[in-house]
Nanobody
Framework: VQLQASGGGLVQAGGSLRLSCRASGIIFSIGSWGWYRQAPGKQRELVAHITSGGNTNYKDSVEGRFTISKDNRKNTVYLQMNSLKPEDTNVYYC?????????WGQGTLVTVSS
């Protein structure tokens, strides 16, 4: 199983980025998917989650600014991030849980300058 995350970068406050996470070696459509983020010295936190049926939920601080979506044909989950704030600066990870196993992408760095 491999999760390949991409799309991070440097953006000014108020800008947008779209993260992508392409999965291989796993049946993409039957699982739920999440985007997490982690700042240095802090715990990894859930930012957005999408079920196999397409139901979504978000961390309060990103609600209305971030949108999680997935394309089962492309085995890819996305995180559209708008109105970015400096406090959104983090390494972002995609994740899926299958049975007892956690699968993580390698992380992509998002830096938002003020």
């Amino acid at each position: 199983v491999q999760l390949q995350a991409s799309g991070g970068g440097l953006v000014q406050a108020g800008g947008s980025l779209r993260l992508s996470c392409r999965a291989s070696g796993i049946i993409f459509s039957i699982g739920s998917w999440g985007w997490y983020r982690q700042a240095p010295g802090k715990q990894r936190e859930l930012v957005a989650h999408i079920t196999s049926g397409g139901n979504t939920n978000y961390k309060d601080s990103v609600e209305g600014r971030f949108t999680i979506s997935k394309d089962n044909r492309k085995n890819t989950v996305y995180l559209q991030m708008n109105s970015l704030k400096p406090e959104d600066t983090n390494v972002y990870y995609c994740h899926t849980l299958r049975g007892l196993y956690d699968y993580w992408g390698q992380g992509t760095l998002v830096t938002v300058s003020s």
